[in-house]
């Protein structure tokens, strides 16, 4: 059993940064594919970003390519998510995910991920 906390949301005004992290318990962090998604008020959870076991391959919504970063951390079984020159419409409900057997084909669906955290606020104000 996995255990995910997230950290590091709040409010920020537009084309702000925040940096959010995902700490991993109780499980083989390295063995899992790990992924950020979001949910706004009314709408889908969407797809936000994947990273792989290694973190060699990522992968990115196109609402976020090049503005947010994802990269992991094995040794302290962390996972982050840089966003820079944020938006309102990105205000969110940020989750972190991991799965141990998610094809990199399907690194945007949701229920091929096996564990999930409670998830943190992100807020941007115009």
């Known amino acids: 059993q996995v255990q995910l906390v997230e950290s590091g949301g709040g409010l920020v005004q537009d084309g702000g940064s925040l940096r959010l992290s995902c700490t991993a318990s109780?499980?083989?962090?390295?063995?899992?594919?790990m992924a950020w998604f979001r949910k706004a008020p009314g709408k889908e959870r969407e797809f936000v970003a994947s990273?792989?076991?290694?973190?060699?391959?990522?992968d990115y919504a196109d609402s976020v390519a090049g503005r947010f970063t994802i990269s992991r951390d094995n040794a302290k079984n962390t996972v982050d998510l840089q966003m820079d020159s944020l938006k309102p419409e990105d205000t969110a409900v940020y989750c972190c995910?991991?799965?141990?057997?998610?094809?990199?084909?399907?690194?945007?669906?949701?229920?091929?991920?096996?564990?999930w955290g409670q998830g943190t606020q992100v807020t941007v104000s115009s």
């Open positions: 995910a991991a799965g141990n057997a998610v094809p990199a084909i399907a690194y945007g669906v949701p229920n091929r991920y096996d564990y």
């Open positions: 109780g499980g083989s962090f390295n063995t899992y594919r």
């Open positions: 990273i792989s076991r290694t973190g060699a391959h990522t």
